[in-house]
């Protein structure tokens, strides 16, 4: 039997193949061309002594063994990726490169007004961005791809490190004209579920309106109006189509400014989602992500002081 090992590179291939199942597409993430990527495959297989994906014109498939393959070649990589940071680990904390992963309902709301005052504190530090939902954030840190990811719970971060950082309520959002825009505050129970406008499957928003809602009240009106990004949604709402749920914090940034939409708050049983940086255990950061969260925290209490709070009881 062969002593050689595989590669770093060849298990990423595997990796990649097995998130697209089509080699062009992986290729393409890679950066690689596909007669690279397929070359790559193919040495992993003899150095195994096995086949781990099967081919044909039309379809790529993984063997059983394959799957488990890529299982342990996540692990793999996270502990190559956590050697790299160890090393790191001894420099100047927020310094050097920092993959954070930040999903959509969120990355274009609060970090605009997050990044300025970390480059500010942290001049050294290069901040790769990854925005995506929520399960391949989780996938991708655990990979060792990225080192955080800001997400929102609740949801299921396996054995991830969890730091919740700040609670953002949700508000009610409907057209200027409806009868519940005349109300100061809103119980849900007066919500007409049936007009309830959903992002589609994969936003964990989706989850917390349904969770907010009642699952059996919006079990009983499901429709087929489904929004890709919080943005279409609003325009749905604007176009008459149905009413929202909608954060905190996609209130404060401005995205219901200059429109015909407006948004009140709930007066009992508050829904509502926390903000949290995970990260892996193994990870050799933790000082990166306690600075990181810290600044987080701090911004949105700043910012909540200066914009004024939602509700007397703050």
């Known amino acids: 039997m062969s002593n050689a090992l595989p590669s770093l590179r060849q298990l990423r291939y595997l990796i990649t193949l097995s998130e697209t199942l089509n080699?062009?597409?992986?290729?393409?993430?890679?950066?690689?061309?596909?007669?690279?990527?397929?070359?790559?495959?193919?040495?992993?297989?003899?150095?195994?002594g096995a086949i781990l994906v099967e081919r044909d014109k039309r379809n790529v498939r993984f063997t059983p063994l394959g799957y488990e393959?890529?299982?342990?070649?996540?692990?793999?990589?996270?502990q190559a990726e956590d050697l790299v940071q160890l090393a790191r680990g001894s420099q100047e904390p927020l310094s050097g490169l920092l993959r954070l992963g930040v999903i959509p309902t969120?990355?274009?709301?609060?970090?605009?007004?997050?990044?300025?005052?970390?480059?500010?504190?942290?001049?050294?530090?290069?901040?790769?961005?990854?925005?995506?939902?929520?399960?391949?954030?989780?996938?991708?840190?655990?990979?060792?791809?990225?080192?955080?990811?800001?997400?929102?719970?609740?949801?299921?971060?396996?054995?991830?490190?969890?730091?919740?950082?700040?609670?953002?309520?949700?508000?009610?959002?409907?057209?200027?004209?409806?009868?519940?825009?005349?109300?100061?505050?809103?119980?849900?129970?007066?919500?007409?579920t049936s007009r309830v406008l959903l992002l589609e499957e994969g936003h964990c928003l989706r989850n917390h309106t349904i969770e907010a809602c009642g699952a059996r009240r919006m079990a009983a009106h499901q429709g087929d109006l489904e929004a890709t990004s919080l943005f279409t949604l609003l325009q749905m709402v604007h176009?008459?189509?149905?009413?929202?749920?909608?954060?905190?914090m996609v209130i404060k940034a401005g995205a219901l400014v200059g429109s015909e939409l407006t948004a009140r708050p709930f007066a009992h049983r508050v829904p509502s989602r926390t903000i949290a940086l995970v990260m892996r255990g193994s990870s050799p950061l933790t000082p990166d992500y306690e600075l990181l969260a810290d600044l987080i925290a701090a911004h949105h209490l700043d910012t909540s002081r200066i914009r004024g709070a939602s509700r007397a009881k703050r």
């Open 239 to 248: 176009n008459g189509m149905g009413v929202a749920l909608l954060p905190e």
């Open 23 to 48: 080699f062009r597409r992986a290729a393409e993430n890679l950066y690689v061309t596909q007669s690279t990527l397929s070359a790559g495959i193919k040495e992993l297989e003899n150095v195994l």
């Open 106 to 192: 969120v990355a274009p709301f609060l970090l605009p007004m997050v990044l300025p005052a970390l480059r500010t504190a942290h001049p050294k530090l290069k901040l790769y961005l990854r925005e995506d939902l929520t399960e391949r954030l989780i996938e991708r840190v655990e990979s060792g791809e990225l080192d955080f990811a800001l997400i929102a719970l609740p949801y299921d971060t396996g054995d991830l490190i969890v730091r919740q950082i700040f609670k953002d309520e949700f508000w009610f959002v409907t057209r200027q004209g409806d009868k519940l825009a005349r109300e100061k505050e809103i119980a849900i129970r007066d919500i007409d």
């Open 69 to 78: 393959i890529v299982e342990r070649a996540r692990k793999i990589l996270a």
